[in-house]
């Protein structure tokens, strides 16, 4: 996957939107 760093970046808002939810 070439936007291997977006995701990276979108997963850890992600990951903090669920843990704030």
């Known amino acids: 996957?070439?936007?291997n760093d977006v995701n990276?970046?979108?997963d850890a808002e992600?990951?903090?939107a669920l843990?704030?939810?």
């Open 1 to 3: 996957n070439d936007s």
């Open 8 to 10: 990276d970046l979108l």
């Open 14 to 16: 992600g990951y903090k």
């Open 19 to 21: 843990v704030n939810e």
